[in-house]
């Protein structure tokens, strides 16, 4: 079927510089450590994603988004940054950052890099210099630091706990505590003080200049925080003004936030063409668009379908109001399944009904031992396939994790000796933490680690990996890996305008739509084969029977 079609499927990447090339791209995101390991340590490096370029243009991606590289004690792996203007001894050097943008800019790939501006890490300067200066001092100004409470004041100033478990306070020895969200290594950044906010348009400028094309913004709704006087309010308010998030919460999505984000956006337009950015934002649907606003950072994340259960209304209400809401920004939608904090969609999708497709309750399967018998691996794999000919088809920017095109489960069995997360450690092992979607890749199916370097790899890999490696899926045309590859070819020369009609196929289990130029995505979200609409199929994500698509399955068809 799709075998002739595709000799002629070759693509122009999209017009080099053109403003908009964000709008619709298809942007690969590499969790560097575990991406490729050039010099055999185990730990996954530039030079390994230099050597890989070439794998990526084959894949068809638009850009790739590098996860945090910059100089880290890996704490929350690399999101604990020590120096937001060089690259990590451990996996390369800034000249070879500069070789990395190169190569990538010549194969038609553009570069989006991470940049964490809610914390730096406990061993950047400025807080080891805030350490080492008294209470109330200039250097302590730039984070948060507060008075411990109680008779003797040895109390944190709140019972607040951090997102990855136990106080959100760490004393530092003279009656102060300071404020850290995340790890006790990650301590939050003040943004009520000029310098911090200096500083960090002097990152952007540092990265642009180098030719990076855009930024991902780490948990872009926490920067601007109000803490009250004493005291402060107890966790359990703190969780109460949760549920309204109007822009007055103490710690999230404020309305001055967007302050920032409008100076930040001065300085990407300095730029031609200008710098894009997309924010990490974990706010209200309604509060999204300030955020992808073309004043303000000019995307957002939606991670509204990497929530969802593989079902059709979901799916259906989810785009309908995510292409809403873009357009209220006047930005594109993004779409997103996997990423570097959740457990694999493959597995999600795997997991009985009832254990969802969601996220939140795949983290429960995997704390409770991540049973292999409640996990239907070919299922989920399926879905996951039918799910992606269907984001591809969607007008917005495509975000897909490294290991997703080859179809890659979530590693549930690391030994707890092996873990790596934060939020492991400070659960008592009672939360998994994120590390099984993290596992270095295979490449090859055999080898000290598959292909991913010369030596062990940082994070072990299990045996059935070895069934997923690039070198067995690249000569199989029915591989996962070929599915992605066509599909993206065929989404470059299918692209046009952004809109989407739904067309109503009176069954409740399907999904159909129809993009300009005749281009039409199909998926069957029930388990009995549905008759497809007229049209030539491009592409399907399970073999087709006659004009019929089986269940679990997408398939593309143009008029
Ligand atoms: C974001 C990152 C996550 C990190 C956290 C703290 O949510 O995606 O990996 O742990 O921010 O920086
Ligand atoms: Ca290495």
Redesign the pocket.
């Known amino acids: 079927m799709s075998e002739t079609l595709f000799v002629n499927a070759e693509a122009e990447p999209l017009a080099e510089q053109d403003p908009n090339w964000w709008r619709q791209a298809a942007v690969y995101q590499i969790y560097p450590r575990s991406f490729a390991d050039g010099n055999g340590d185990g730990i996954g490096d530039l030079a390994g994603i230099i050597s890989r370029v070439p794998y990526l243009e084959a894949l068809g991606v638009d850009a790739v988004w590098l996860s945090p590289f910059y100089p880290s004690a890996l704490a ?2 690399g ?1 604990d940054v020590d120096d937001y203007r060089d690259v990590d001894p451990k996996i390369g050097t800034l000249e070879q950052f500069d070789v990395m943008t190169r190569a990538l800019h010549d194969a038609g790939i553009k570069l989006i890099v991470d940049i ?1 501006p ?2 730096s890490s406990n061993r950047h300067v400025w807080f080891r210099e805030a350490l080492a200066s008294p209470k109330g001092s200039p250097a302590r100004g730039r984070y948060i630091f507060r008075d411990g409470v109680g008779p003797d004041g040895t109390e944190p100033p709140s019972d607040w706990t951090s997102i990855f478990g136990g106080s959100a306070w760490e004393p530092v020895g003279d009656g102060q505590f300071y404020l850290h969200l ?1 790890a006790p290594e ?1 301590p939050d950044f003040n943004w009520d003080n000029p310098e911090v906010r200096e500083d960090f348009l002097t990152t952007l400028r540092f990265w642009a200049d180098r030719g990076v094309d855009g930024f991902r913004v ?2 872009a709704h926490g920067l601007a925080k109000k803490l009250t006087d004493d005291p402060l309010p107890t966790h359990a308010d703190l969780e109460l003004a949760e549920a309204v998030r109007d822009g007055a919460h103490m710690l999230w999505d404020r309305d001055e936030v967007h302050d920032i984000y409008t100076q930040w956006r001065a300085v990407l337009n300095e730029y031609d063409p200008p710098r894009t950015a997309v924010a ?1 934002a974990w706010v209200h649907a309604s509060r999204r668009p300030r955020y992808a606003s073309p004043d303000g950072l000019g995307q957002a994340f939606n991670f509204d379908l990497l929530q969802a259960g593989f079902d059709a209304a979901e799916f259906r209400r989810i785009i309908g109001d995510n292409l809403e809401l873009a357009a209220r920004s006047g930005s594109s939608t993004t779409w997103v399944f996997s ?3 959740v457990v694999r969609h493959a597995t999600r999708y795997g997991l009985p009904r009832h254990a969802g497709g969601d996220t939140t309750a795949s983290q429960e399967w995997l704390r409770q031992g991540g049973n292999e018998a409640v996990l239907d691996r070919a299922l989920g794999l399926r879905r996951a396939r039918a799910a992606i000919l269907l984001m591809l088809a969607l007008p917005g920017s495509a975000y897909l994790y490294q290991g997703e095109e080859l179809g890659l489960h979530e590693v549930a069995d690391i030994p707890d000796s092996a873990r790596q997360d934060p939020t492991f450690f400070r659960n008592a092992g009672v939360e998994i933490g ?1 590390d099984g979607c993290r596992v270095p890749l295979p490449w090859t199916a055999s080898g000290p680690s598959l292909g991913f370097g010369d030596g062990a790899p940082h994070l072990p890999q299990p045996a059935w990996y070895a069934d997923h490696a690039v070198e067995a899926q690249t000569a199989d045309g029915t591989s996962t890996l070929s599915l992605y590859r066509e599909a993206l070819a065929l989404r470059r020369r299918l692209q046009g305008d952004e809109e989407l009609a739904w067309i109503d196929s009176g069954d409740p289990r399907v999904l159909h739509f129809r993009r300009p130029g005749g281009w039409h995505s199909v998926t069957n979200f029930g388990s009995a084969p549905i008759p497809l609409p007229a049209g030539s199929v491009v592409i399907s994500s399970a073999p087709l029977t006659e004009q019929q698509l089986p269940g679990n399955a997408t398939a593309w068809l143009v008029e």
């Open positions: 929350d792996g999101y964490v809610n914390h995340f990650q780490d948990v990490e990423n570097h904090d994120r």
